[in-house]
């Protein structure tokens, strides 16, 4: 798969061109084993168990362990566009993955059958990752309070998108917001940072501004949400010509006020889309893909981002297809 296969024929015509150096490498007392053979080991290989030998060689790993101090870990799914199987009445695999963003680790993966059900596998997801001392992002699919009590309880720390899956607490934020920005946020505790960008790109100008509020302790539906401390907008601008367009995008968050932390776990969210699902589309091509069967579907993503993570450790400063190369 590191080398360009991307199943288990590929992965037997790789072993075919390189049987010499493999012969000495491994045991091989039948020769290679044949495509049908590689195909019945993803079928049968139970994908938890597969995922916690990745885990244990991570730990093993001094360099790549994750011990900094509010390490960042983002949440997100991605579709496995072709691996529905219309026969079977199978739609798309979904894989909701965590995303290790300081050293590009994939660092364990859940399937569902549809994308609805990443609220039951965000938890799931949760108990296969140390939480303590991270700061956890999470798209507004898995913002829900038993998701955020397991964080806190776990002694991590959330920031959860708010959006119209939770509509009142969403409303809420906005009016309070909408009640204090006429003063500036004179009257509240908060912390702002703006950032622009240097130079425009492709004639158009992005700026972010990014606030975050304490919470008041008289706040509607506070006492719901277990260890939260803070809000959080993000204001995006793109300005392209004489045209102006404004994204607004809130969140709830247990970090006390720190806008520096808050910002860079916002940015960091965004590397699972750019830098992990964009990857796995472009370099390795994975929505084209059409294994159907849901338990080597789920191995297969696992090894495809497995190699990723490995791509992402190497310090040459080359595209993923040329490190693949």
């Not at 009590?149 to 509509?167: P, R, S």
Request: charged share 25%; with cysteine; proline share 3%.
């Amino acid at each position: 798969i590191l080398g360009g296969a991307s199943g288990p024929t590929g992965i037997r015509m790789w072993a075919g061109t390189k049987q010499e150096r493999l012969a000495a490498l491994l045991p091989l007392p039948n020769g290679l084993p044949s495509r049908d053979v590689i195909r019945r080991v993803l079928c049968a290989l139970k994908p938890d168990a597969f995922q916690q030998c990745f885990a244990t060689w991570i730990a093993s790993l001094s360099a790549m362990k994750l011990n900094s101090e509010n390490r960042h870990i983002a949440i997100d799914g991605k579709t496995l566009r072709g691996s529905h199987d219309t026969a079977k009445g199978l739609g798309p695999l979904h894989l909701v993955s965590a995303w290790a963003s300081e050293k590009g680790l994939t660092l364990g993966q859940v399937a569902t059958d549809q994308k609805s059900n990443e609220i039951t596998a965000i938890p799931e997801l949760l108990r296969l990752i140390d939480l303590e001392g991270t700061v956890i992002t999470i798209d507004a699919m898995g913002t829900q309070k038993k998701i955020a009590e397991q964080i806190v309880t776990g002694k991590g720390d959330y920031i959860l998108a708010l959006k119209g899956n939770q509509e009142t607490m969403h409303q809420n934020v906005i009016d309070y917001v909408e009640q204090h920005v006429s003063n500036d946020f004179a009257d509240v505790a908060h912390q702002e940072l703006v950032e622009t960008e240097p130079k425009p790109k492709h004639g158009r100008t992005e700026s972010r501004t990014y606030i975050q509020f304490e919470v008041p302790e008289t706040f509607a539906g506070r006492k719901q949400w277990k260890g939260l401390k803070t809000f959080g907008i993000v204001v995006y601008r793109r300005t392209e010509g004489d045209k102006e367009k404004i994204d607004i995008r809130y969140y709830l968050s247990s970090l006390v006020l720190n806008i520096l932390l808050f910002s860079k776990s916002v940015r960091s969210h965004w590397g699972i889309e750019n830098t992990c699902h964009w990857s796995l589309d472009v370099t390795y091509g994975e929505d084209g893909l059409r294994t159907r069967h849901r338990c080597a579907s789920e191995n297969e993503g696992w090894i495809r981002r497995f190699t990723l993570s490995l791509l992402k450790q190497h310090p040459l400063k080359t595209s993923l297809a040329m490190k693949r190369r």
